[in-house]
């Protein structure tokens, strides 16, 4: 199950490890990805921190922590070819993946329909 941040990002949790995307309506609003700048392993992270940063032809933006916890991996891929973002933002197109500190935390998140009336 894919849970939603008003920032935009989408987590979906394996036990204690969450992987973390842009959203679809991310990454149309930011156009075509032309850099991808992620986060190294074992960099603690703080809800609402910088985590990453991205760059298209319209604009620079930060990609937030959804949570508290630790880089455990990131996508490789998409520093290499930032285009994987957007052909497939929920799947091949994830940042990284990270070790939540509580993973109750989740549920302050919000479900799919919740993140489909934000965006509207």
Known sequence: MLKFTEDHEWLKLDGEVVTVGITVHASEQLGDLVFVELPRVGTKLSRGG?????????????????????????????????????????GAGWFFKLKLSDTKAMESLLDETAYKTLVG
């Open 50 to 90: 910088a985590a990453a940063v991205v760059e298209s032809v319209k604009a620079a933006s930060d990609v937030f922590a959804p949570l508290d916890g630790e880089i455990v991996e990131v996508n490789q891929a998409i520093v290499e070819d930032p285009s994987i973002v957007n052909s497939d933002p929920l």
